[in-house]
């Protein structure tokens, strides 16, 4: 039996980017000097990513001519104030016209200020540990709301502050490589810091547009006797962000997989369930599980899904898991949760941080050695479903 069920009016369809995962040469960034240590984790460097810094207006054509009506992506930091003070307007005038090549293809620009990357001289002054980077971030952000102005349509603060504080000050495996637990709840405060400043700033810059914080967000199991654990982890992980994005214009939600909490910590993929390229369960009900939760901690306030996806070999699992997910947002919708917009991670196969190019996450591949775009039938088909705003079943 086919089934199509329809999403609100107006609702957000796009994909996303990170200023570092596809744009190429961002040498002056804390995550550059981090792939070129002699002892890196990184699997390789980012190098050209996918040239999008000059690629761009084609693969905006390309996205709106899939369907989408959305795009998003970040604004660099270190491109933007390469020194303290000192703020580039060769940088300014080329992600304005980002925005505005969205808007003349049709394509809603939602703008995040930080992706996981900052600036060499914030590295070199302490970072997020350092209080003071909530002051610098917000300075910059008003600076880069002015220029863009009205040509922005959402904006997003900082992008997973939960995965920079994680894994950069407490497990040492993003930068700075910090592993100290009294580390990570400063660069917690400080990140929170940063959002509340931030919003004032991009909204007195930007003309009052919707801003709004985003998350890494875990469908959570507790198994064998691992509840109060669960509580432990979950605390500073995430309920500290959700807690600080109450009263927000919108919480962006990032859920990829479930995480399951045992009486010993985190525990590996459940024997049986497939996993993809990242290692993660193949899980797309964690989606709706997320959404309800943030609802619930922010006391209702409206959710994007700015993040979801799964890296793949096999094109038609991205199809499959997608749809899983789809179906969870429309649940939600149904009872009542103002659910504004799902955007899939990603728009094209890119440097996947750690794991460098190997991870496939892109419903459109990406020639290593040319930059010659390949849509995969994912991309037609979710391209459908943002044109149609329904999902057949």
Known sequence: MTTEQRFPDGFLWGTATAAHQVEGGNWNSDWWAWEHKPDTLCAEPSGDACDHWNRYPDDLALL?????????????????????????????????RVCATA???????????????????????GSWENPKTAER??????????????????????????????YGYRHG??????????????ANDTFIDGHRRAVEAIKAGAGGVPVGLTLS??????????????????????DV??????????????????ERIGPDGQLPPEAGVETTLMGYEFWPQALEATIRRAWEV??????????????????????????????????????????????????????????????????????RQTFERTPKPSASWLGSVARANALVV
């Open 298 to 367: 922010t006391d209702g306030t409206p959710v994007i899904v700015t993040e979801n996806g799964i890296a793949a070999e096999d094109d038609a699992r991205r199809v499959a898991y997608v749809t899983g997910a789809l179906q969870g947002v429309q649940r939600c919708i149904d009872d009542g949760l103002d659910v504004r917009g799902y955007f899939y991670w990603t728009a094209l196969d890119n440097f996947e941080w750690l794991f460098g190019y190997r991870p496939t996450f892109g419903l459109v591949g990406v020639d």
């Open 173 to 186: 495996v993003f930068p700075p490589g910090r592993t100290d637990s009294a580390a990570r709840h400063a």
């Open 103 to 125: 808007r003349e293809q049709g394509l809603h620009p939602v703008v995040t200020f930080h992706h996981f990357t900052s600036p060499r001289w914030v590295d070199a002054d």
């Open 217 to 238: 967000m875990t469908a959570w199991e507790a198994v064998e006797g691992g509840e109060e654990n669960l509580v432990k982890f979950r605390r500073p992980f995430e």
């Open 241 to 258: 962000f959700l807690e600080a994005a109450r009263g927000d214009d919108f919480i962006g939600v990032q859920t990829y997989t479930r």
């Open 64 to 96: 709106s001519g899939l369907g989408f009506n959305a795009y998003r992506f970040s604004v660099e930091w270190a491109r933007i104030e390469p020194e303290e003070g000192c703020f580039s307007t060769v940088a300014l005038d080329h992600y304005r």
């Open 137 to 166: 971030f917000a300075r910059y952000c008003e600076r880069a709301a002015g220029a863009l102005g009205d040509l922005v349509g959402t904006a997003c603060t900082i992008n997973e502050p939960n995965i920079v504080a994680f």
